[in-house]
């Protein structure tokens, strides 16, 4: 009888304790941005079928609701602690930085935009997202703040390419993992590879920080 009892307490005490997944992801900040990039870079890790990302993704691009975003990932199959393992041992690419709750988005899910004959706003921060669609964002045609503009351009299974003008000093981190990123003088390609470097003249004024990431896909940077 005690050692039933001493087994049922465990199994008790096991079925409330959260896995160290639910327990992350429970205190980790679950907005739309945040869980899809997640998503993203799960899939990139391996192990998630095509047909169950696509699935996933598509339900968090309709619901901005935190708690709708954390039950979608809470969907996603456990990882093994091999699989982790060997994903922190080689990746290379830094922490992103905190993305700011008052950006602007451009999102291409299955289709296309273009940001190239109307006036836009950039500054301070805009992301640009292409999943499985094309982006195309003419920064000639955006206003930028004073100081830094962050521009994020992610292209998952799609296209995104960018015209900035000619001599404007543009910062650009570039990170590709299956995909490409194209820049004048530049290119990142490959199955994990990431880079930085400097456009454009030193100057006074407002200046361009670009984060691109091109996981299956390519983004490609041009200037005139």
Partial sequence: MRVLEASEKGDNAMSMMPSARGARMGEASMDQATAMEELRERY???GLPLEEFRRLMGALMVTSDPAECRAILEQLPPETAYEVGETIARRPFPARPTRSEQGHHIVAFFGQVDRSGVLWE????????AIFGEVKADVRMAKLSEGENV????ALFGSAKVIVPEGLRIYVHASARFGEVKVPGH????IALSDSFALGASAPGSYLRIEANATFGEVKIQTR
């Fill in 44 to 46: 990139a890790r391996g």
């Fill in 122 to 129: 950039l500054g301070p921060e805009t992301e640009v997202q």
């Fill in 151 to 154: 521009l994020r351009v992610t």
């Fill in 187 to 190: 290119s990142v390609g490959g």
